[in-house]
């Protein structure tokens, strides 16, 4: 009998890691050849527009000061929120959307994809916290590190969110990024088109790393503006609709 129980449970431990695995295949998609092979999920749009983005916030700090350098800079953007932070500072998530920014969805905390099975109630709880911080639904889903797994998918098409990741991204989380490295690796790259990926927070990152991001922004802006693009949010990038949500309470707040 305990020969047959330990067989019994090394059978189901296989099947949940392959359960895991498969489930694990898409978030290939961070990867940069496979975003390029698909343009909409990394937000190829539309070519005389970049979207601007930033990830991990709200920050009770960072958020701010870069709300108020893009309000210098006339430009708009789309964050995306972690849910655990919208609740530490709620009227950081009032001053983006009064800035006339784009809120989306981010997740519930900064985690890795290990648990498909939470998947769907964690991303109904971050979009229940952000929805009803922001006063309205959101459109957008970026999974954290860009790991866009089969169930995230699954849960935020439910909910009527859209998958975005990114085309550019400036690295800023990381110790060693000053202005001029982040704003140099985006307009090396950049074109027309392209979705920008920075962030507002070092809640995952390096300490203090959203300071290049903020002292960033005035020469990525001004590329832009140069070359005939214009600098707004998610919104108007020209992305195909976000799907209808479930016809169910399934993502009522």
Known sequence: ????????????GVLAAG??????????????????I????????????VALTFDDGPHPVATPLILERLSDLDARATFFLLAEEV??????????????????VH???HDLPTRPWRDRAELTEAYQVISEAAGHRPNWFRPTYGFLTTSRYAAARRLGLRPVLWTVAGRDWLADRDAHAVSERVVRHLTGGDTVLLHDSDVAAAPGCW????????????????SGWSVGPLGEHGLPKPPDPAPSDFWRA
């Open 1 to 12: 009998m305990t020969r047959r129980l330990a067989v019994a449970a090394g059978a189901a």
């Open 38 to 49: 698909l343009p909409t999920l990394a937000g190829r749009g539309d070519p005389r527009h």
């Open 87 to 104: 609740l530490r500072c709620p009227a950081v998530v009032a001053a983006i959307h009064a800035g006339g920014h784009e809120i989306a």
């Open 107 to 109: 997740g519930l905390r």
């Open 211 to 226: 300071r290049a991001t903020l002292h960033a922004l005035d020469r990525i802006v001004d590329y832009c503006d140069a």
């Open 19 to 36: 359960a895991v695995v498969a489930d694990l295949l898409p978030a290939a998609g961070w990867l940069p050849p496979i975003r390029r």
